[in-house]
Nanobody
Framework: DVQLQASGGGLVQAGGSLRLSCAAS????????TGWFRQAPGKEREGVSVISASDGRTYYADSVKGRFTIYKDNNKNTVYLQMNSLKPEDTAVYYC??????????????????WGQGTQVTVSS
């Protein structure tokens, strides 16, 4: 079984939008920093965005700033990634991951406890 489930991926034309969801089953996002990562064929996994557990601060990779927004609904125990103005280079499998840390720092990834199974995002030209 998995503790995180990513969903919402699909096929979209360049300039379109998708919203990804990351749902937790055995823990609360109120206590976990949660991030989105992506990996395209032949490329290394890269960080996309992260939201902190306590103060709700958000962080974005330069490549997605102004286009993507990360947010969460603690009542639904779900973290979302709203992706607008999608580009072909956004094509990848997107994963969510969670770490039991109150704030995000440069080493938060070392504390990741759960990974989702990923959802495919494909952006056509």
């Amino acid at each position: 079984d998995v503790q995180l489930q990513a969903s919402g991926g699909g096929l979209v034309q360049a300039g379109g939008s998708l919203r990804l969801s990351c749902a937790a089953s055995e823990f609360s996002f109120a206590d976990y920093a949660t991030g989105w990562f992506r990996q395209a064929p032949g490329k290394e996994r890269e960080g996309v965005s992260v939201i902190s557990a306590s103060d709700g601060r958000t962080y974005y990779a330069d490549s997605v700033k102004g286009r993507f927004t990360i947010y969460k609904d603690n009542n639904k125990n779900t973290v979302y990634l709203q992706m607008n103005s999608l580009k072909p280079e956004d094509t990848a499998v997107y994963y969510c991951a969670a770490a039991p840390v109150p704030k995000v720092d440069s080493a938060w990834r070392d504390e990741i406890r759960y990974w989702g199974q990923g959802t495919q995002v494909t952006v056509s030209s």
